[in-house]
């Protein structure tokens, strides 16, 4: 998949001319790449296009101008790239209840997800093939959950070709003490995942 250079990232003036349009876009095209696992986790497969949204919106949000600070954005989401044979996601921590709960409460829902990080997700293929997810480090400690993740998921030939094969199923599947839940993934979203590896 191609990096993500200054050149990429259009100035806050010729980003608000093309926003609504490029926005839509990256709405429509998140809809094929976003996978929910029971009530309160949702993945969002990364790309190029999505991570380069992010980039585009924070330095909007920012109003930063300069190149030094903008590389210094680029560099920050770099890490939500896939690399060569992986595919890269955000997983996020969902409270529906949010509003109607006491932070504690919020922070007791989210810690139940403590240890999420080892070997608890995982891609399941056909009957026999699991792809564990690798979290990157850093946004949980041992007392306090975070609520937003950055994983990969190794994805091996055998494993490329047999997501490719529509007679195959395709699970997204969590697997942790407090919470187990499942999902088939969508052939729409097996497509861009396809692609992402093809990239």
Request: proline share 5%.
């Amino acid at each position: 998949m191609l990096k993500i250079t200054l050149p990429d990232v259009q100035n806050l003036y010729e980003y608000e001319k093309v926003r609504e349009a490029y926005r839509a876009r990256i709405i429509e095209l998140k809809r094929n790449r976003r996978v929910s696992v029971g009530e309160n986790l949702t993945f969002l497969f990364e790309n190029r296009d999505t991570v380069l949204f992010q980039i585009q919106e924070m330095v909007r949000t920012e109003r930063i101008v300069e190149e030094p600070r903008v590389q210094d954005e680029i560099d920050a989401y770099r890490v939500l790239l896939p690399g060569p044979g992986e595919l890269s996601a955000t997983l996020f921590i969902e409270i529906p209840d949010l509003v109607r709960m006491s932070q504690e409460e919020v922070r007791r829902t989210v810690n139940r997800f403590q240890g999420l990080d080892r070997d608890g997700v995982f891609l399941a293929i056909g009957g026999r093939l699991r792809i564990p997810a690798r979290f990157e480090g850093g946004h949980s400690k041992e007392e306090k959950m975070a609520a937003v993740h950055y994983l990969r998921f190794p994805v091996s030939g055998e494993a490329r070709a047999a997501l490719g094969d529509p007679r195959q199923a395709v699970r997204l599947v969590v697997d942790h003490p407090h919470y187990k839940a499942e999902t088939e993934v969508a052939p729409a979203v097996r497509s861009e995942l396809l692609r992402d590896l093809s990239s």
